[in-house]
């Protein structure tokens, strides 16, 4: 996984697992892999992957089980509400850009249709 | 809790030549720490001073709170340039010398570490590549249970496989509560590993910060936050 060096590493750790939540990747009560397991593979510190696990802990996606590691929460509407709020994110990071460059609210609609549209088509 | 290294007004010049002025640097336990400098700033001497290789400086060193020279080399794994050994040595003589000399050193660390690095310890010093011969530096330098290690420009010249095997070692094998030194001039790979930064300029540490401070407060990047100072874009007034 590549970072920007320019935000702080723990935040962009959890974002990474926040996705692999909402993606199903790591599943509702799935174990995750040991600390040091997951520095060696994002490469980065130790240090840095067991804040952002405190602090996720503290959220509640992930709950800790004494001597056995830490498991993803069971917790399904959890995560449902956390998939809403990163889609409402990149929604409202889409709409402002679309929309600084003038684009009607119609015409945005009919954009993001035609864009899944021709993406279908390459598919095929 | 004690600070794993503490220095206090430490000053240092070799022959006429200031090398070191005012160092005052505290580090706590567990932390890896990027020691950043332009060639010649004085990061090998002041990790020098700091394993107890040179001598007669002013001023105090504490590892673990020990100041005399001798107890507080052995806390300290210092990533020599394996100077003293003949090129004909064997690379596993040379680790028999490191199992005799330093108590600490682990066989079984040793072992993975250098299986992880792929070395085969029975070739001769005079026959290794740059890469090998850093990674070797590495897996001495691990292999002791120490309570600070010190890496002096580990990934100086060598190839970029190289260089993520020596970092997943270091990520792999550091206890946690062990604190480690590394001197880079170059650090963009490592950024991602650094718990804290220090900057050395003038002879003196002219900036220490957690990187999430650097991140969050300056919105800067590791490289360019150093650059910065060194170019004097940023401002004693403003660290």
Redesign the interface.
């Known amino acids: 996984m590549q970072?920007?060096?320019?935000?702080?590493?723990?935040y962009q750790i959890k974002n990474y697992l926040y996705h692999r939540m909402v993606a199903g990747e790591l599943g509702l009560g799935d174990k995750l892999p040991a600390v040091?397991q997951l520095?060696?593979d994002?490469?980065?510190?130790?240090?840095?992957v067991q804040r952002a696990l405190r602090e996720m802990i503290a959220e509640g996606y992930i709950a800790p089980q004494r001597g056995r590691g830490n498991f993803v929460t069971q917790d399904a509407a959890k995560i449902a509400t956390l998939k809403q709020q990163l889609t409402t994110t990149y929604i409202q990071d889409l709409y402002g850009q679309l929309h600084a460059l003038k684009l009607t609210d119609a015409e945005i609609i009919a954009e993001i249709k035609a864009y899944i549209q021709h993406r279908g088509d390459a598919d095929d | 809790m004690t600070n794993a290294l503490e220095i206090t007004q430490l000053n240092y010049r070799k022959n006429t030549k200031t090398i070191l002025t005012d160092v005052n640097l505290q580090i706590a336990p567990g932390k890896i720490v990027g020691l950043l400098g332009e060639n010649g700033a004085g990061k090998t001497t002041l990790m020098r001073l700091i394993a107890g290789v040179a001598k007669n400086a002013k001023g105090t060193i504490a590892v673990h709170g020990e100041t005399r020279e001798a107890p507080r080399r052995a806390f300290v794994s210092f990533s020599e340039a394996l100077q003293g050994f003949r090129p004909a040595d064997k690379l596993s003589q040379i680790r028999d010398f490191y199992a005799l000399a330093y108590p600490d050193f682990s066989a079984k660390k040793y072992l993975d570490l250098i299986t992880f690095l792929q070395i085969d310890d029975d070739q001769k010093l005079s026959t290794l590549s740059k890469g090998t011969r850093e990674k070797f530096i590495i897996a001495l330098t691990l292999s002791r249970e120490a309570a600070v290690y010190l890496l002096d420009e580990p990934f100086n010249g060598i190839d970029s496989m190289s260089r993520k095997r020596i970092i997943s070692s270091i990520i792999q094998w550091k206890q946690d509560s062990a604190t480690m030194v590394i001197s880079d001039h170059y650090v963009s790979e490592i950024a991602a590993l650094l718990d804290e930064v220090v900057i050395i300029k003038d002879h003196t540490v002219c900036a220490h910060k957690s990187s999430d401070q650097i991140r969050s407060e300056f919105g800067l990047g590791i490289e360019a936050f150093y650059e910065s100072i060194y170019e004097g874009d940023i401002h004693d007034d403003e660290l």
């Open positions: 970072f920007d060096d320019k935000v702080p590493i723990y040091r520095a060696v994002l490469t980065v510190n130790v240090n840095t």
